[in-house]
């Protein structure tokens, strides 16, 4: 009977760790599972954690535009002391009036100011700022990341990656084709004073011609 | 062996192995808040099989050692499953900091990832791994840019009407998309340039040689090519000097290369985009430096400027970089 005793008190220490055993092992599973079993969904594919967010580079810059450009328009530097500069010391000019992202990146200039249109060729119309000649892009193509980089508002690290930073560059440069030159090409005419705020790049050095060329970004006719 | 000796032994590896996944699951910050764990740096690079890979890697080796440490060059020969083994023995060896050029934008994201849940900072030089959270910085050039640059040249030298082929890098790089991008910026914009072929040489020479042999053989009348690197530029010029089109085939490269910058000199290779990759490096290390001192406020990404190099400026560049 001691020998019975013995056994069955032997068997239940034996039940009780291997019970033990499982439920540790459950509890374990829980939390902290090895695989994850999900249904495919119709098409047969694993189906994504996470709604994938597709970056709207157009929307970004409708409201960029509005929110954060449009009322920074009035802190661009005055286009007639710029100029005056350009001719003056370009460097000086960079110094003073110019925006660069990084050392050894372009030099970029945010202003605003007005001039006579004496000229229209091509693509360009040649403004007379007080004496001092630049040119205002009136037609498409707009290219590169002046409209981006000019105003210093952008900076790469605001934006899941390059590829979104650059789709935001090539989408200013088409609101300024739509929604900005339309208006120039209908209204400038040699003889005719326009008013702009606009960005341009700063030149590496002067030559013959005008010193600087703007990328229009509001505009307006005085008359 | 009785079953209460084996009970023991179960509950005793069950016991080991929840000691060993807990210590796996470490509190990131607090390890990368730690204390300098080693005087060794690792530079990681996509190949060696590319002169412009190999100024970067030497680059970023030497000014390591320069300023301390060791420093060892892993090459992951353009092989993803190769830089994953890489990191898993500078995991494992307790390397201090990782200067890393990858080999795929969102591959290599898991391997960031692992040696920074090991408290080892990761440097990305030159290519952009597509995520925010996990490199302590990222030095990149500025592609886009660079090959707007280019673009625009390329209308001037091209002209408005004509056929031109594309040689894509590899499809994995973002760079490969950034530089395409930004060409094709200006360019399409030209209704009358239309591009015959794209296909990719991915970045190698020998690849781009091939390729354009047969786009070639499609297509005999091409008046240009833009090459996503260098080393491709390289291999399309042998296959036009072969085809006898050198003289009337203009092509365009990317990189600064320092063979395609005597070419732009002697008046074969049209142009390229100056990348400064002893630049990148040299920032690399010496924020991987200034990482392991203490400093913990590190931009995401910093974009290198890319200039264009054209026979009119040509003798302000060499060596991969500006003289």
Not at chain 2, 29 to 46: H, T
Not at chain 2, 104 to 111: L, P
Not at chain 2, 192 to 206: I, N, T
Not at chain 2, 299 to 310: A, D, F, H, N, Y
Request: glycine content about 8%; proline content about 3%; some cysteine.
């Amino acid at each position: 009977m001691i020998k019975g005793s013995a056994s069955s008190s032997i068997l239940n220490s034996d039940y009780a760790r291997w019970s033990g055993l499982v439920v540790m092992i459950a509890i374990l599973w829980l939390l902290l599972p090895p695989f994850k079993v999900v249904s495919l969904d119709e098409q047969g594919h694993i189906p994504k954690d996470v709604e994938e967010v597709v970056f709207d580079a157009s929307a970004y810059v409708e409201l960029f535009w509005s929110e954060s450009l449009a009322p920074h328009m009035s802190e661009a530097s005055d286009l007639q002391g710029l100029s005056q500069t350009v001719l003056a010391d370009l460097s000086a000019a960079k110094e003073k009036y110019g925006n660069q992202r990084a050392e050894g990146a372009a030099v970029y200039f945010f202003a605003k100011g007005e001039g006579i249109v004496r000229e229209l060729e091509g693509r360009r119309a040649t403004l007379d700022v007080d004496g001092v000649l630049v040119n205002l892009l009136i037609f498409p193509p707009v290219f590169g990341n002046t409209v981006r980089d000019s105003t210093g508002l952008l900076d790469v690290n605001d934006f899941p990656g390059l590829e979104e930073f650059n789709a935001v560059s090539a989408a200013l440069n088409k609101k300024v084709e739509n929604d900005i030159m339309p208006f120039l090409k209908e209204r400038a005419q040699v003889g005719t004073n326009i008013s702009f705020v606009g960005c341009g790049k700063a030149p590496r050095s002067l030559g013959e011609g005008p010193a600087l060329e703007f990328i229009p970004l509001r505009t307006e006719v005085i008359k | 062996m009785s079953l209460q000796k084996l009970s023991y032994l179960l509950c005793a590896a069950l016991a080991i192995a929840i000691g060993l996944l807990l210590s796996g699951c470490s509190n990131s910050d607090s390890d990368l808040d730690s204390e300098v764990r080693s005087k060794r740096i690792a530079v990681v690079v996509s190949t060696l099989n590319n002169p412009w890979f190999v100024v970067l890697a030497e680059t970023a080796r030497d000014k390591a050692i320069e300023l301390g440490y060791e420093a060892t060059i892993f090459d992951s020969q353009n092989d993803p499953a190769k830089e994953s083994v890489h990191f898993d023995n500078l995991i494992a060896s307790g390397y201090g900091a990782v200067l890393f050029n990858c080999t795929d934008a969102e591959g290599s994201i898991a391997n960031v990832r692992r040696a920074k849940q090991a408290g080892i900072p990761v440097f990305c030089m030159d290519r952009e791994i597509a995520a925010n959270d996990v490199a302590t910085s990222q030095i990149l050039s500025d592609n886009y840019s660079g090959c707007v640059a280019l673009g625009e040249y390329f209308i001037e030298v091209v002209g408005e009407e004509g056929e031109y082929a594309e040689l894509l890098g590899i499809i994995a790089d973002t760079n490969t998309w950034n530089r395409s991008k930004g060409f094709h910026s200006v360019v399409d914009r030209f209704p009358g340039l239309k591009m015959v072929a794209q296909q990719s040489a991915e970045f190698d020479r020998a690849k781009a040689l091939e390729v354009l042999e047969s786009i070639l053989q499609a297509n005999p009348n091409i008046d240009a090519v833009f090459c996503g690197n260098d080393a491709m530029a390289m291999g399309a010029y042998q296959a036009l000097l072969a085809a006898g089109k050198a003289d009337s085939v203009k092509v365009f490269g990317f990189d600064g290369a320092d063979d395609v910058v005597k070419s732009i000199a002697d008046g074969k290779i049209v142009a390229t985009g100056m990348q400064f990759p002893k630049r990148m490096a040299t920032t690399s290390a010496e924020s991987a430096h200034a990482y392991l001192g203490g400093k913990r406020d590190f931009e995401q990404r910093t974009l290198v400027p890319v200039e264009l190099v054209t026979k009119e400026n040509v003798s302000n560049f060499g060596d991969f970089g500006r003289k």
